[in-house]
Each structure stands twice: as C-alpha cells, then as structure tokens.
Nanobody, 123 residues
Framework: QVQLVESGGGLVQAGGSLRLSCATS????????MGWFRQAPGQEREFVAT????????NYVDSVKGRFTISRDNAKNTVYLQMNSLKPEGTAVYYC????????????????WGQGTQVTGSS
C-alpha cells in the first residue's frame, strides 16, 4: 500500500500563491507517475496536472497553464504543485494521485489517492 499525504492548502486572496506538497510512502517513488486533481463543491473531480517519472513529462489542464507548475523531488519522495496567480474559481479540495502506469493517472483511475487539502481563494 502507498500512502499519499497532501499539505500546504489554505486561504489566499486572488492573485496570491500557494505551494502544495504530497508526501508518499512509495518504496519506488521514482517509478510512479504523479498527479494533482481538484474538486470544487458540487462539481466533479477535475484533472489539474501530471508529471511522469521523467520530470520533463508534464501535462496541465488549459485553465492553469502558465500559472501552475508541477514538480517532483525523488530524494524526498514528494511531488509539488506551485500555484501562482490564484483565482477565486480555483477554490477546491486538491488531491494527489499516484500510479506506476501513466495512463491510469491521466484517465483519473490511479491506484492511489490522497485525502486532499483545502484551497480557498477570495477576492
């Protein structure tokens, strides 16, 4: 079993920044594709970003391109989501996900989900 623990959420005004972290217990973290998703109240869970086992392999939903950056630190078994220029509509619970098969993360059916961290934007 792989445990994922998100942290770094909070309240931020429009235009502000936050960095989310996802710490994992994976014994072979470098073999996992990691992802970030978010779910606003009353909405379906939405893809935000993924990063493959090679750091150059990243994907983002169009609405966050140029503002959010996903990265990983294999030495710390941790993936990050740097969020800049936050918008009120970004308010959601943000979830970390992991799977050794990249397509399972992209298809939103990863083997492992974290419990989420709340991000609240205000204006």
């Amino acid at each position: 079993q792989v445990q994922l623990v998100e942290s770094g959420g909070g309240l931020v005004q429009a235009g502000g920044s936050l960095r989310l972290s996802c710490a994992t217990s994976a014994r072979t973290f470098s073999t996992y594709t990691m992802g970030w998703f978010r779910q606003a109240p009353g909405q379906e869970r939405e893809f935000v970003a993924t990063i493959g086992r090679f750091s150059y392999n990243t994907n983002y939903v169009d609405s966050v391109k140029g503002r959010f950056t996903i990265s990983r630190d294999n030495a710390k078994n941790t993936v990050y989501l740097q969020m800049n220029s936050l918008k009120p509509e970004g308010t959601a619970v943000y979830y970390c996900a992991a799977d050794t098969i990249q397509d399972r993360v992209v298809r939103r059916i990863p083997s492992y989900w974290g419990q989420g961290t709340q991000v609240t934007g205000s204006s």
